[in-house]
Each structure stands twice: as C-alpha cells, then as structure tokens.
C-alpha cells in the first residue's frame, strides 16, 4: 500500500515508511557530529547546546549536548539516538537504528546519558501513553526539520552538502542535502496521518525495556 502525502507529489510507502525514518535519522546523528567538528567553530554550541565533557570513568564515551528550549522542554542528542522531553507530556528516546520512540513519564534526564543504560525507564507506549508518545515524537521531528532549515538558511546547503560527502561510502542511503528540511517534514506528515506505522500493536505489547 503506497499512501499520498497531501499536497505533495512525493509518495511513501507504509512498508517502507521506518526504514527510511531509520536512514534519515542516522544520518542526521552523523550531520550533528559534522556541526560539532565544523572548521569555522562547533556549530551545536553557537545555536545554543550545552556540551557536557566526559568524566575520567567515561572517557570513551564522547560529548553529551543539551539543548533548553521554550516551555521547559530539552533535546539532547548521542550517537545512539536522541532524547526529548515536554513537562507537559514526559520523554522519549528515539534509537538511532530503530525509530521506535521509547516512552518515559520523566521529562528530564538526573543523570547524563554516556550510554544507553543511563538512560531512565524506557518502556513501549501503552495505549493509554500513544498519544503522549506520538506527540513527543512528531514534535522532535519538527525541531529537527526547524534545526536543518536553520543550517541552511545560516550557512548554506552547501555546507550541509559538505558534511555529507564521507557519509557517502556507497553502502549507505543518503538523502541529499538541498531535500533533508523537506523529509523531515514529509516524514511527520506521513507518521500523524497513520500513527499505526510508529506505534503498532506489536510493538506496545512489548516487555519493558532496561
């Protein structure tokens, strides 16, 4: 079954709809690390993340940044994934290689998150918790489609075009850098029109996850 995204010609496939999620979001965690490492200065930093250096009994574990924004809410990013919060709604952490949304009533984090089992209680969303769950994840999508706007409108698509070129090994997707803004947006279009595709019954049913 192939789904029209209103007012767009571009079609996604249900099947399909995850993986490219996945594909888009790994390369975003790698994007976010081309920011930190850009040659005119750390990117993440000058639009206002806080960078958390590791203690000596992490010291394989790189940087953690987090970002504060409006009504208490905060975005902080990993390799693995990233983790948003609304006081208003809880948490999530969204893996990096899955693009399950995994739900928390914390909306923010009492310890750093060098690795995954720093992390709070993370569980699949019951269905009492979907619409909370959905919410958190369609708005993590729109600040990172906000976040990539910005990067293009302050320093070109050129830029993102060029911390795109080892990304490029010939074995992974690449979504190029003049449509990335665009496909996140399509992405939430196409998650809030059919929240089954994220949130199925599969996956609510699951075991919590340590």
Same mark, same amino acid.
């Given at each position: 079954?192939?789904?029209?995204?209103?007012?767009?010609?571009?079609?996604?496939?249900?099947?399909?709809? %995850?993986?490219?999620?996945?594909?888009?979001?790994?390369?975003?965690?790698?994007?976010? +690390?081309?920011?930190?490492?850009?040659?005119?200065?750390?990117?993440?930093?000058?639009?206002?993340?806080?960078?958390?250096?590791?203690?000596?009994?992490?010291?394989e574990c790189s940087s953690v940044?987090?970002?504060?924004?409006?009504?208490?809410?905060?975005?902080?990013?990993?390799?693995?994934?990233?983790?948003?919060?609304? /006081?208003?709604?809880?948490?999530?952490?969204?893996?990096?290689? &899955?693009?399950?949304?995994?739900?928390?009533?914390?909306?923010?984090?009492?310890?750093? /998150?060098?690795?995954?089992?720093?992390?709070?209680?993370?569980?699949?969303?019951?269905?009492?918790?979907? #619409?909370?769950?959905?919410?958190?994840?369609?708005?993590? %999508?729109?600040?990172?489609?906000?976040?990539?706007?910005?990067?293009? #409108?302050?320093? +070109?698509?050129?830029?993102?075009?060029?911390?795109?070129?080892?990304?490029?090994? +010939? &074995?992974? /997707?690449?979504?190029?850098?003049?449509?990335?803004?665009?496909?996140?947006?399509?992405?939430?279009?196409?998650?809030?029109?059919?929240?089954?595709?994220?949130?199925?019954?599969?996956?609510?049913?699951?075991?919590?996850?340590?």
């Amino acid at each position: 079954m192939r789904t029209q995204i209103p007012g767009n010609t571009s079609i996604v496939s249900d099947r399909n709809l %995850i993986e490219h999620a996945i594909a888009l979001l790994s390369q975003e965690v790698w994007c976010w +690390g081309r920011d930190i490492l850009r040659p005119k200065g750390n990117y993440l930093l000058e639009v206002g993340f806080q960078r958390f250096e590791p203690p000596a009994s992490r010291k394989e574990c790189s940087s953690v940044y987090s970002l504060k924004l409006p009504g208490e809410r905060v975005v902080v990013l990993r390799g693995f994934g990233v983790f948003y919060g609304d /006081p208003r709604l809880g948490g999530i952490f969204l893996p990096r290689y &899955e693009f399950r949304p995994l739900y928390t009533k914390c909306s923010e984090l009492n310890q750093l /998150p060098w690795l995954h089992a720093d992390l709070p209680e993370l569980c699949f969303p019951t269905e009492l918790e979907r #619409e909370k769950c959905a919410a958190l994840t369609l708005d993590l %999508i729109d600040w990172i489609r906000s976040y990539e706007v910005k990067i293009a #409108e302050t320093l +070109g698509v050129e830029y993102r075009q060029s911390t795109l070129v080892q990304w490029d090994n +010939g &074995e992974r /997707p690449v979504i190029p850098a003049e449509d990335i803004p665009r496909e996140w947006r399509l992405l939430g279009i196409a998650i809030a029109a059919d929240l089954r595709a994220l949130l199925s019954d599969h996956y609510a049913n699951k075991s919590q996850v340590s």
